[in-house]
């Protein structure tokens, strides 16, 4: 059956958040290809149980997969043909998702059209986790990597299988790290904001810019304001409890020690950015290029960048990706160790599908994270390390390779920690905010005054 790509521009539909800015940039996240993290939580195990797709055959039945994952229409289309193949008399229609990714969903669900499977951020299959089907003692779990599933489960059962975990923090460029300091940079020895600062006088000594900040709301509001809310902050638990405590006014912003610290590495790498002259260009594309031809010797991002950046680099190039240091305490592993969000999971719909199409999105899941094939061609198009056990895909990208030695070395820490910690347009209202402090237009009272009062308007989070 010819494949025909579905493009959804409608309006006036049912009223949704906003997706996060990751998704809207095409951020992309990896995953772990090797150990687990230990350091994150695993997820609790499943309660409920559901039949497992590889256990039942089917008949002819045709399902429909929508992503929000962007530019990647022919990686998805070059794995739903194999998947065909594989799979006789299960078709797979593609809906490609445009600027609107969430408000588009949501109209499909409108129309009576929910997709069999969908690619969503962890917040928006919580906040429609009714219309979900529990993955709960499906045999492809026990192929997924255990930390990788808790931004999956909520309240003890999983709903989703993640695509990718995506590392956050400084990327570098390793030929001008290497003149800096004389040899060797190794990233493992920046354990403190002032072994950063350190760094960066080196870079600047060699006439480069030490370091990049792109001013834009999804990159200060969601990926650096939201690790004041990590793990620095404590477990899953204390996460919850530190932004409920704010919720109601118990707490302020600008008396929390890990907000104030991350503010101070921000003010210091303020100091160095290649665009203080601009702040707010906001450019990803020019970004990537300065760190790619070492206009600037680090970059705060994620390891999705390689995107930008892969026609850029020239051969033998080299690049890597570490933490966002928070304080001067070298004892303290939550400075060297990267953050890692998986922002997006495969999920089934279960309200306006039927059984049989059910267990047929179920075996592209388990297709999409179990089969070689589709490994290979994600590792390669991705550039991202896989959270899937079996996979030994070679990642094609430094940046995601960096990512995966972290996870494969259990030096990484949830970012979120659940999914609904952090709404879903943080990175909208929060992101303003902190462009403005980053440009002074505000000192640092008065941003932890704005967004002790955006969370004033939330609901309480929960676990």
Same mark, same amino acid.
């Given at each position: 059956?010819?494949?025909?790509?579905?493009?959804?521009?409608?309006?006036?539909?049912?009223?949704?958040?906003?997706?996060?800015?990751?998704?809207?940039?095409?951020?992309?996240?990896?995953?772990?290809?090797?150990?687990?993290?230990?350091?994150?939580?695993?997820?609790?195990?499943?309660?409920?149980?559901?039949?497992?797709?590889?256990?039942?055959?089917?008949?002819?039945?045709?399902?429909?997969?929508?992503?929000?994952?962007?530019?990647?229409?022919?990686?998805?289309?070059?794995?739903?043909?194999?998947?065909?193949?594989?799979?006789?008399?299960?078709?797979?229609?593609?809906?490609?998702?445009?600027?609107?990714?969430?408000?588009?969903?949501?109209?499909?669900?409108?129309?009576?059209?929910?997709?069999?499977?969908?690619?969503?951020?962890?917040?928006?299959?919580?906040?429609?986790?009714?219309?979900?089907?529990?993955?709960?003692?499906?045999?492809?779990?026990?192929?997924?990597?255990?930390?990788?599933?808790?931004?999956?489960? #909520? $309240? =003890?059962?999983?709903?989703?299988?993640? !695509?990718? *975990?995506?590392?956050?923090?400084?990327?570098?460029?390793?030929? %001008?790290?290497?003149?800096?300091?004389?040899?060797?940079?190794?990233?493992?020895?920046?354990?403190?904001?002032?072994?950063?600062?350190?760094?960066?006088?080196?870079?600047?000594?060699?006439?480069?810019?030490?370091?990049?900040?792109?001013?834009?709301?999804?990159?200060?509001?969601?990926?650096?304001?939201?690790?004041?809310?990590?793990?620095?902050?404590?477990?899953?638990?204390?996460?919850?409890?530190?932004?409920?405590?704010?919720?109601?006014?118990?707490?302020?912003?600008?008396?929390?020690?890990? #907000? $104030? =610290?991350?503010?101070?590495?921000?003010? !210091?790498? *303020?100091?160095?950015?290649?665009?203080?002259?601009?702040?707010? %260009?906001?450019?990803?594309?020019?970004?990537?290029?300065?760190?790619?031809?070492?206009?600037?010797?680090?970059?705060?991002?994620?390891?999705?960048?390689?995107?930008?950046?892969?026609?850029?680099?020239?051969?033998?190039?080299?690049?890597?990706?570490?933490?966002?240091?928070?304080?001067?305490?070298?004892?303290?592993?939550?400075?060297?160790?990267?953050?890692?969000?998986?922002?997006?999971?495969?999920?089934?719909?279960?309200?306006?599908?039927?059984?049989?199409?059910?267990?047929?999105?179920?075996? #592209?899941?388990?297709?999409?994270?179990?089969?070689?094939?589709?490994?290979?061609?994600?590792?390669?198009?991705?550039?991202?390390?896989?959270?899937?056990?079996?996979?030994?895909?070679?990642?094609?990208?430094?940046?995601?390779?960096?990512?995966?030695?972290?996870?494969?070395?259990?030096?990484?820490?949830?970012?979120?920690?659940?999914?609904?910690?952090?709404?879903?347009?943080?990175?909208?209202?929060?992101?303003?905010?902190?462009?403005?402090?980053?440009?002074?237009?505000?000192?640092?009272?008065?941003?932890?005054?704005?967004?002790?009062?955006?969370?004033?308007?939330?609901?309480?989070?929960?676990?």
């Amino acid at each position: 059956m010819k494949k025909r790509i579905i493009s959804l521009i409608m309006t006036g539909v049912l009223g949704a958040s906003l997706i996060t800015g990751c998704g809207n940039a095409s951020t992309s996240t990896p995953a772990a290809t090797t150990e687990q993290n230990t350091n994150t939580e695993a997820a609790p195990a499943a309660t409920e149980t559901a039949p497992a797709a590889a256990e039942t055959e089917l008949g002819e039945v045709s399902i429909s997969f929508y992503t929000t994952e962007t530019g990647k229409d022919d990686m998805y289309q070059d794995l739903i043909a194999d998947f065909e193949s594989k799979n006789p008399g299960i078709t797979v229609e593609y809906i490609a998702a445009g600027d609107d990714q969430l408000q588009q969903w949501m109209a499909l669900y409108a129309s009576n059209e929910g997709p069999t499977v969908s690619l969503m951020d962890p917040i928006n299959i919580w906040e429609n986790q009714e219309r979900m089907r529990p993955l709960s003692g499906e045999a492809m779990l026990d192929n997924i990597t255990e930390s990788s599933l808790s931004t999956m489960t #909520f $309240n =003890g059962t999983v709903y989703a299988v993640p !695509m990718s *975990a995506a590392g956050i923090g400084i990327l570098y460029n390793k030929a %001008v790290c290497d003149a800096a300091v004389g040899g060797d940079f190794d990233p493992s020895t920046i354990k403190t904001r002032s072994d950063l600062k350190d760094l960066f006088d080196k870079i600047e000594a060699t006439g480069v810019s030490a370091t990049c900040i792109t001013g834009v709301n999804w990159s200060l509001g969601a990926h650096y304001l939201c690790q004041s809310y990590g793990e620095a902050i404590g477990d899953t638990k204390a996460r919850v409890d530190y932004v409920n405590s704010i919720i109601s006014g118990e707490t302020k912003e600008i008396d929390n020690d890990v #907000f $104030n =610290g991350f503010m101070d590495t921000l003010d !210091m790498m *303020a100091q160095y950015n290649y665009n203080k002259n601009d702040p707010l %260009v906001g450019d990803v594309n020019l970004d990537a290029m300065a760190l790619a031809e070492g206009k600037c010797g680090t970059w705060f991002m994620g390891d999705w960048a390689w995107t930008y950046m892969a026609e850029l680099v020239e051969d033998g190039a080299e690049f890597g990706l570490m933490p966002v240091p928070h304080s001067d305490d070298a004892n303290d592993v939550t400075n060297q160790y990267l953050p890692t969000s998986f922002a997006k999971g495969y999920c089934v719909d279960a309200s306006q599908n039927t059984e049989e199409q059910q267990l047929a999105g179920l075996k #592209f899941i388990e297709y999409i994270s179990s089969d070689s094939y589709s490994q290979e061609v994600q590792a390669k198009r991705l550039g991202q390390a896989l959270p899937f056990k079996n996979c030994t895909a070679t990642i094609e990208s430094p940046l995601g390779n960096s990512t995966a030695k972290y996870i494969a070395e259990g030096r990484t820490v949830d970012f979120y920690g659940t999914p609904s910690l952090c709404p879903s347009d943080i990175w909208y209202e929060c992101g303003a905010y902190m462009c403005e402090y980053l440009t002074g237009a505000c000192d640092r009272k008065t941003l932890a005054d704005k967004i002790d009062a955006y969370w004033g308007n939330q609901d309480k989070r929960e676990y």
